[in-house]
């Protein structure tokens, strides 16, 4: 080898990180609810043109960003969408509160998937959005290929409904992004140990700035969504078995081993009813897995990209 080569091989830049193909996209689609029209907005990763199509439904207070880390990884497979739920994120809050509601969510998820112009999606949802996964993938016809239910089942514990209602919707207002950062840790603690980075990445899309004189930011969902659940309170467990047994696509079924919102009973009841799911369970996490560690990341990977 000569001289020139060795020189030029020394000076070549390092390879960079593997980055999906195409850049993250931030897209709205127009929806109708009972009282009028409402835009739901979503993110958008991978090839536009991919008929692969996975759908990322996030928690009650929570928004599509939550699904960055795991986009991200399955990009150049999928092309991969997450909405924030009405009321929630960057999509329109509802003028008649009393809206929110599966039956509102389910429509809205149909609609996006026909803007998607797929036949087709698998699905991921954590907690809530598991309940609309399940709701959507029992229906007759339903486009569900795949379905990942990330810490939630057909029985809902009312101990979990009772602690996450009080602090639904009556967060403070923050005067810096550091106290919000610190109530975050504290009220999702059940999350599991994130690094600092991914705490800042959820706390950076979780709040936005309010103005006025008194500045400091404020939780990014409409706080009636609060009001609406607490509006009837949860005494008993909530019972979906027989929404859970009209599933029949592939199931796989994620538990954090602390969660107070599905139950071990539960999570093993799942692999012998309906669609028999697979089940993984996550140590040192409780409700829910924020499906942002790699090995979170992995196990979801390798069950939506197997025949």
């Not at 939550?66 to 150049?76: H, K, N, T």
């Not at 699905?123 to 339903?142: D, F, N």
């Not at 930011?217 to 078995?241: H, K, L, N, Q, S």
Request: hydrophobic content about 40%; overall charge negative; some cysteine.
């Amino acid at each position: 080898m000569s001289l020139f080569s060795e020189l030029s091989r020394a000076f070549e830049a390092p390879t960079p990180p593997r980055r999906p193909k195409h850049g993250v996209r931030e897209r709205r689609v127009q929806c109708i609810g009972p009282h009028g029209l409402h835009r739901m907005a979503y993110t958008e990763w991978g090839d536009v043109d991919n008929p692969r199509v996975l759908v990322c439904v996030h928690g009650l207070t929570r928004n599509g960003r939550d699904f960055d880390d795991l986009a991200q990884a399955l990009a150049d497979d999928f092309r991969v969408v997450c909405p924030d739920v009405v009321g929630r994120g960057r999509s329109d809050w509802l003028g008649v509160k009393e809206d929110y509601g599966f039956p509102l969510y389910v429509s809205d998820m149909i609609a996006l998937i026909a803007r998607l112009n797929v036949e087709q999606v698998d699905w991921v949802g954590t907690s809530m959005g598991g309940i609309i996964g399940m709701l959507v993938a029992s229906l007759p016809h339903s486009p569900i290929r795949r379905l990942v239910l990330n810490d939630v089942g057909p029985l809902i514990t009312a101990v979990s409904l009772q602690r996450i209602g009080p602090y639904v919707g009556t967060a403070p207002r923050f005067a810096t992004m550091e106290e919000a950062e610190a109530w975050i840790r504290e009220v999702s603690t059940p999350f599991g140990p994130l690094t600092d980075e991914q705490w800042r990445h959820l706390t950076n899309y979780s709040v936005r700035p309010v103005g006025g004189p008194d500045g400091g930011f404020v939780m990014i969902y409409d706080p009636a969504i609060g009001e609406v659940f607490r509006a009837t309170p949860a005494t008993e467990d909530i019972d979906m078995w027989p929404v859970y047994e009209r599933i029949g696509c592939p199931t796989l079924a994620l538990r954090g081993a602390e969660s107070d919102l599905l139950e071990r009973s539960t999570l093993e009841a799942m692999a012998q009813r309906g669609p028999c799911a697979k089940i993984v369970e996550f140590e040192g996490v409780g409700h829910a897995p924020m499906l942002m560690d790699p090995e979170q990341i992995r196990v979801v990977g390798d069950f939506l990209k197997s025949s």
